[in-house]
């Protein structure tokens, strides 16, 4: 057998993980398809070696009081610094062996291994243990030749129309009512409202000179039903019955008492449809409006259908190809989903309902699908050798950039900084996978049928 000293100067040489990949005994266990358990065994001449070296560390490096630094006797520094040179011991010996182990077992963690060390005892093996996730390996299935169906883009006049109206609206001018009378649908109101249960009002349910357009479902039912038919600076009461899962706990499940207010009345003034409005809002002449409106409205077509078709393909690939899907995958994926969830009802300045365990099951079950999927298009990337070119990840940088109206220079240092580079070329990636499909796939287009009214009953 080779002395202790003989090993030390060879792990000097070579440095530790070669010895311990050579040495090393590992144990793999299956706790299911996706969780794995390596057990990890270095034998006790290698943790001799690695203590001598870390022991000879401390010894150089201590500050003693009565010694000079490096003369220390050995029986002080181990009873100041024994607790930490094992830890430390121990430490390196998993840094040093734990990726050589992974390569024996030829497997690749999608999470931080969770280490479990054991003690370092003088003579003795040191083992440990880690648990980790993977993504297990599957058949794929045949990706090529799917079938499936797309909507012919078909932007009709009534679209085309309804939108123009949309754009009037959208442009209307509000003129003080100063004539006694009532309130008609389509008004701009401002109001006072309270809330009371009992008696008491509640906090959250009183406003004033709250807008909205009446009899257009701004605000719920009951307002839009007491506000029509009212004169200004008159009120009018009546009651509103919440469910047990209303927002505002105070009300939840209960009977509110509402007194509302008219304080205002403002007439809605569309503009008319014609040359001067689109000349208005920088067209030369209505027809060009309308031209524009239908190109607008034929691409809004085509990325609904081509979001159709990706979604087609992702449920026959969670059809056709049976893996399991890891936990810290579908996690991670759950709770992106929520945030964005959150996100959207910022953004709407309305505050988000509590989401039960239904609900918290749905997003589980939505991010389950789409990390299967996810991890289906890398199979299909690295078999077919699909990856971003050189310009890819800068022109989808401009992209977002416009979208978010952020400098490009900012947006792309936030993503250097927190390491997400590797986010948008996945992305990018996983849209050439999907492009790559469809090139391949056999797409039946179809005419959407209209909805017909059976007269005859």
Known sequence: MLSNEYIITLLKIFKLEIGVKLIMKVTLEDINDTQKKLEVSIPADLVTGKRAEIFDEFKRNASIKGFRPGKAPDKVIENMYGKSIRQEVASQLVSDSLENALKEVDLSPINRPDVNPGEVQPGEEFQYTVEFEII???????????????????VKKKDIDNTLKEITERSAQAKLVEEDRKVKKGDIVVVD??????????????????KFAAGEG??????DDNIIGLKRGKEKKFDVSYEDDFQIKEAAGKTVNYTIKLKEIHEKIVPKANAEFAKGIGFETLKELNEKIKEDLTAQQERTEQGNLKEQIINIFDKDNDFSVPDVLINDEAARLQRDFSANFQRQGA???????TGLAKFREIAAKNVKSS?????????????PASNDVQNKLHELSAQLQVPMENLMQVYQDENMMANIESAITEEKVIEFIKEKANIVEELEQETKIDNDE
């Not at 701004?218 to 307002?223: A, G, N, S, V, Y």
């Open 375 to 387: 991890i289906i298009f890398a199979q299909i990337a690295k078999k077919e050798d699909i990856k």
């Open 193 to 210: 409202f309270e809330g009371q249960i009992e008696g008491n009002t509640v906090k959250d349910l009183k406003q004033e000179d709250t």
């Open 351 to 357: 505050q988000m309902p509590e989401i039960d365990e």
């Open 136 to 154: 297990p390996k599957f058949e794929l299935s045949e990706y090529n030749g799917l079938k499936l169906k797309k909507k012919k883009i078909d």
């Open 218 to 223: 701004q605000l719920i039912k009951e307002f």
